[in-house]
């Protein structure tokens, strides 16, 4: 006995192919057209691109013995239609469906700024070499980058973003592989760093300059990010030049702070898709708590700066929050959130967020130093931190669909 899916196998089939200029009505037309061959439809594809429609259609042969006309006629009306719809048409006959999609499926996102021919000519050729097969490729954005998204299958992940990244440190553009599935757009838990990172600032040195300690507490600062120093003694070393401040100096900083480009919408648009939002911070509460508040974040940890009688102390209150734990805060905010922490994104820019990056299910070095970009799952290299989104999957369409309804 042949088997259904063998004989589906056989089974003529054609392959309609419509292009020219887009206008309503020219999908409708080809298949009210088709319809009159009693064709079934195997599979659609269609594609506008600067007003340029292509239009794809399997479809099964017409069987002359159901009296509905020959693949001939089927030609010889189809390219009639397509000739009063000022269009071109090409019909090529086979047999079964397409050729089914290799194991090992990932979403590749690339992000150019600008995305020139040679970097998609260097991304393709690089999946190509690694024995994957690209299946689609689409825009995910025009602006403030440009994102697209390429289908791959035939190749594992682990490999292919091995080989990406080797890529992309190359040719200098952003590029993220991740796992094809359905968990990619379940909600999720995104928790980023704060300093350069939400914000475009170094809170500390915000405080320093009210202190007029600027250029000292910086060049520690700067060490420190870049792991030539503990964290920890370098935070005690900063606060304490921060002795005697006034407490009124804490509402100026917040006064000063300022976010970075496309955090608003980063916030809004994972809220609104159901995800829940966090930061931790090797900063201060005294400003976290105030985003928290004023972006509607879910979660958000930080140092506290010790302040009596009105004054800073130049010590810290309670649990630090360093490298490590940053990385223990991402799991006690997945815990308390519900998600597991493979459904976890963690953003940041500094040493002291290696920790969070590796331990989140994607990490995303934003900006970052070279040291954490060779760690994290990808990194963004441009100034907009809603540009994350895309590397989620999410276009810049949805986004907008998102503001326009509230």
């Known amino acids: ?155 594992a992940t682990e490999r292919l973003r091995t080989e990406l990244a ?21 909600p999720r838990l995104v928790v980023m760093d704060v300093d350069s990172t939400l914000i475009q600032d170094e809170v500390i040195e915000l405080f320093a300059a009210h202190a007029g300690c600027e250029a000292e507490v910086a060049a520690v600062t700067a060490a420190a990010m870049r792991g030539e120093l503990d964290f920890e003694q370098s935070l005690h070393a900063r606060v304490a030049l921060l002795a005697g401040l006034d407490r009124s100096v804490v509402d100026k900083v917040r006064a000063e702070v300022r976010l970075t480009p496309g955090a608003r919408t980063l916030i809004r648009t994972l809220k609104r898709l159901g995800c829940q939002v966090g930061v931790v911070s090797g900063g201060f509460t005294q400003v976290t708590d105030a985003l928290r508040d004023h972006l509607g974040l879910d979660f958000a940890a930080a140092n506290t700066l010790e302040i009596v009688d009105g004054k800073l102390t130049g010590r810290v209150t309670g649990e630090i929050v360093d490298r490590p734990g940053k990385a223990r805060l991402l799991r006690r905010f997945a815990a308390e959130a519900g998600v597991p922490l493979s459904r976890t994104v963690a953003i940041g820019d500094g040493a002291n967020d290696m920790d969070m990056l590796n331990a989140a299910g994607f990490g995303v070095a934003f900006n970052a130093k070279p040291v954490v970009r060779e760690a994290a799952h990808t990194a963004v290299t441009v100034p907009f931190l809603d540009t994350v989104l895309y590397l989620l999957g999410i276009t810049r369409e949805e986004v907008e669909a998102a503001d326009a309804q509230g």
């Open 166 to 186: 080797a890529e992309a440190a190359a040719r200098a553009v952003d590029v993220a592989v991740v796992a094809s599935g359905l968990q990619r757009r379940a």
């Open 1 to 155: 006995m042949i088997s259904t899916h063998a004989a589906e196998e056989d089974l003529p089939t054609l392959l309609v192919k419509i292009f020219g200029k887009d206008r309503p009505g020219l999908t409708a037309g080809l298949f009210e057209t088709l319809a009159a061959f009693s064709v079934d439809v195997i599979d659609i594809e269609q594609v506008v691109t600067r007003g340029r429609i292509t239009l794809c259609a399997l479809v099964t042969a017409p069987a002359e013995r159901s009296g509905a006309g020959s693949e001939g006629e089927l030609r010889a009306t189809v390219h009639t239609w397509a000739e009063s719809a000022r269009l071109q048409a090409e019909i090529i006959s086979g047999t079964g469906d397409n050729p089914a999609r290799g194991s090992g499926r990932s979403h590749v996102t690339v992000l150019g700024h600008p995305l020139t021919a040679e970097i998609a000519a260097a991304i393709a050729a690089r999946i190509t070499t690694a024995g994957g097969n690209i299946d689609r490729i689409y825009r995910l954005a025009k602006y403030p980058v440009t994102a697209v998204e390429f289908d791959v299958s035939g190749v």
